[in-house]
């Protein structure tokens, strides 16, 4: 693992820099039920060929960070199998055409199992980015990754102060999750096309309000820019 810090020079909204032994790459809630069509953002009516363009960027950083040696952390979005921790308003959903979706569709049959439940196919991460046996695995129950996890105590443990956020969707977990990191201290890189949203002008906007006011909760770079500038500390 290369032990000189990092430089970013591209990054928004000035240049920043990392060590790698301080920091982790987080992918977040790369699963089925988010990016395949017949999964739980299908069910609420999203376009779920919109967040494919995210999946490239992020098989290219999990590859850099791999060689590299980095921490690499995935999350999953999901809820316990007899649905204890599902709370009424997170489960009373609608469509996007305003119908309510009847009685909620975590924990309904689907194509891949039951929707939004540990264990089941759909909860599973894609198999382009699917884990490393050496990767821990965060099942987080809500948008952020710190709430009811253990990723505060595995981030202590590693002495990580850094985070590469990549993941869907952009304006919901990611952004979620860069708020409570920068909330405990830990400055934020979000890789903007490691990123999507069913919706591109949230994208657009929850990328923006990262950078904006002097980086107020981070910084932004590129996919390809991060790749470039590990690798050269690599080599």
Known sequence: MPTEWINLPSAKPHPTSFSPTTTAVIIID?????????????????????????????????AAARGAGMMVIHTREGHRTDMADVHPHKNTRRGLDGEVISDGP?????????????????HDIIPRLYPRDNEPIVDKPGKGSFYATDLEGILQ??????????????????????????????????????????????????????????????????????VDALSKCSE
Not at 30 to 55: I, T
């Open 157 to 226: 443990a590693r002495n990580i102060a850094t985070l590469i956020v990549c993941g869907v969707t952009t304006e919901v977990c990611c952004h979620t999750t860069v708020r409570e990191a920068n909330d405990r201290g830990m400055h934020c890189i979000v890789v903007e096309d490691a990123c999507a949203s069913y919706i591109p002008e949230f994208h657009e906007a929850a990328i923006k309000m990262i950078w904006a006011q002097g980086g107020i909760f981070g910084s932004v770079i590129d996919s390809k820019a991060f």
């Open 106 to 122: 975590i924990g309904t049959e689907g194509k891949l199992g039951r929707i939004l439940i540990r264990g089941e196919a759909g």
């Open 30 to 62: 790369m699963q089925r039920d988010f990016l395949e069509p017949d999964g739980f953002g299908a069910v609420l009516g999203n376009d779920v060929s919109r967040l494919a363009r995210a999946v490239e960027p992020c098989a290219a950083v999990l």
